[in-house]
């Protein structure tokens, strides 16, 4: 389900650690608080510059009334950084670590933006055009790892639907289900589950506060 709080509290962000097995609760000050209608949250082995530990790892939270993207210490909730440096974020949402290793942000500047995954350093805009409006959740997965964005519906009908670029290069291939029939509804969030199908969540018809999940199976061109 998508996860609607208006602001984002440490506490939530405790939870999340609690989930994952974390000793302590995060310990972060109020300047590094995150502040979001959407947060979305990932967690990432490899991109912390201390790699000598093995069990190391950070989660990276999108703050969208902040335009940035927050790193927090993985094993104590201690606020680490920064993870985008610059880049124009705005209002980011969805985040996923590319087969590059490098961190790539939904922005409501209707594009994908990516990232140095350690130094957070801005490299440019890797998606973009095709009817990519109000981006939210991104996913890497499917034949060929390509990158999977979901397209928000605007309030002039438009977007609500599901695009698909190449994973290496940004390049557009295609809209899923350019029909709908899936009958999504404003989608957002995105996962591969381990059936290989791609679950969205969408707001149904007859109750547009909650949020459910509906498939697509991702082809090869």
Not at 4 to 24: E, W
Request: charged share 20%; aromatic share 8%; hydrophobic share 35%.
């Amino acid at each position: 389900m998508t996860l609607r709080t208006g602001s984002i509290s440490l506490g939530l962000i405790a939870q999340v650690f609690f989930m994952l097995g974390c000793d302590k609760p995060p310990l972060t000050s109020s300047e590094s608080a995150v502040q979001s209608d959407s947060p979305i949250i990932v967690q990432n082995r490899w991109a912390r510059d201390d790699d000598d530990d093995d069990d190391g790892f950070s989660l990276y939270v999108s703050s969208g009334e902040t335009n940035s993207v927050l790193a927090y210490a993985g094993e104590t909730g201690a606020f680490e950084r920064r993870a985008t440096r610059r880049g124009g974020l705005i209002e980011p949402e969805g985040l996923a670590f590319g087969p590059d290793g490098n961190l790539y942000v939904s922005s409501r500047s209707d594009e994908v933006r990516r990232y140095n995954g350690k130094s957070g350093k801005f490299i440019g805009v890797f998606a973009s055009g095709h009817g990519l409006l109000d981006p939210a959740g991104i996913v890497f997965g499917g034949p060929g790892n390509d990158l999977y964005v979901s397209s928000g519906l605007t309030d002039d009908g438009r977007g609500n639907r599901i695009l698909r670029f190449d994973g290496a290069t940004g390049a557009f291939k295609a809209v899923l289900d350019p029909n709908n029939a899936a009958g999504l509804d404003d989608p957002e969030a995105l996962a591969f589950g381990s059936d290989g199908l791609l679950y969205v969540t969408s707001t149904p018809v007859d109750a547009p506060a909650k949020s459910s999940a509906t498939t697509q199976r991702p082809t090869r061109s």
